[in-house]
């Protein structure tokens, strides 16, 4: 349980292990370029919150997988009901930059109950309330983004950016954008979304 703000992070804090944080009616803030890093651990945020971007540059949570394909469950995110990401895409699934150049981002699953918010970035340009990198091409182990019914994703830009290959299982969110989703690649599967 966080007990007053934490504002304007200097630092990526990388979650490499399971860590729930209530936020208590708090704020976590990051200054530019830096956020929560999900890298094999798993990432819960409770409790009524919010966590952003001071300046909009990339996302509050920036998730990468692993480069084996046997590793389930490796990255795991669940952003509770009360709670509300703020940033350039607030979820950032990323691929991942090996030293063999790997850009595969195995066992990535995140799980939206609450709200995210996308704002513009300082030169203008509009993000994603979800953001899947489109080097992200494998077919087995792909990420699996579950949106639930509480769910709310605000933007000017896209709701979704699905440029990379994930799963997606929306079940009664909202989506309000300048394109709900926008697809190059994936598996959608949609029930009562608005």
């Known amino acids: 349980i966080i007990t007053d703000n934490i504002l304007n992070i200097d630092e ?13 009616g708090k704020t976590i ?15 819960n945020l409770t409790g009524k919150g919010i966590v952003k971007e001071e300046v909009p540059y990339f996302g509050a949570v920036l998730i990468k997988g692993s480069d084996k394909k ?16 703020e940033g350039w ?36 340009n509009n993000g994603a309330g979800i953001y899947v990198n ?33 799963q997606w299982n929306i079940e009664g969110a909202t989506i309000n954008g300048g394109v709900g989703i926008g697809t190059k690649a994936g598996i959608f599967n949609l029930k009562n979304v608005l």
């Open 134 to 166: 489109g080097n992200i091409k494998h077919k087995e182990n792909y990420p699996i983004i579950n949106i639930y019914d509480s769910a709310s994703i605000t933007t000017d830009g896209e709701g979704i950016y699905a440029a990379g290959y994930a």
């Open 89 to 124: 895409s607030p979820i950032f699934i990323d691929q991942l930059n090996g030293p063999n150049k790997v850009k595969d981002s195995y066992g990535i699953i995140a799980n939206i109950y609450g709200t995210l918010i996308s704002v513009a970035d300082s030169s203008g």
């Open 70 to 85: 046997e590793d389930i469950n490796y990255s795991k995110v669940t952003i509770g009901k009360d709670v509300t990401l």
């Open 12 to 24: 990526t804090i990388l979650i490499d292990k399971n860590v729930t944080i209530d936020l208590n």
């Open 29 to 43: 803030s990051f200054a530019e370029g830096e956020q929560f890093l999900v890298k094999g651990g798993n990432l």
